[in-house]
């Protein structure tokens, strides 16, 4: 159901007054993405990840309590990193990666999965 007239001008009068008291905020919301927070999420978990892992060989040996500390970390990581990729799903992806050289997943390889294909092809043929 859209808005009334009413309603979209009493928005834009919210909106300019948020924009003249605090246009920091403003600038922050905007950029900020749920896409973009996950993928800040999965980078600080797989960065906890191997701060678990490097606990998790370091003190096993030594100190029990402290490795099975270390391997829990790698565990709640892993939990935060599936969450992450779940909420990112293949759209959030795509758009997380348009900035890149070929402006999808795909083009991250540089079409490297063609030419795998391309060359099998040309193999079986005559």
């Not at 924009?19 to 996950?38: I, M, N």
């Not at 191997?50 to 606990?55: I, Q, S």
Request: net charge positive; aromatic share 8%; proline share 2%.
């Amino acid at each position: 159901m859209p808005l009334s007239e009413d309603e979209q001008r009493i928005l834009q009068e919210i909106e300019a007054n948020l924009s003249a008291t605090d246009p920091k905020l403003v600038q922050q919301v905007s950029d900020t993405t749920l896409y973009r927070h996950a993928a800040r999420m999965i980078k600080w978990s797989i960065l906890g990840f191997v701060a678990g892992l490097v606990l998790l060989v370091m003190t096993f040996t030594q100190v029990l309590l402290l490795g099975v500390f270390g391997f829990l970390i790698m565990l709640f990581c892993l939990l935060v990193i599936e969450r992450n990729v779940r909420k990112i799903g293949r759209a959030g992806l795509e758009s997380l990666t348009s900035g890149s050289r070929g402006g999808s997943v795909k083009g991250m390889f540089g079409g490297a999965g063609q030419r795998w294909r391309d060359r099998i092809q040309g193999d079986d043929g005559p």
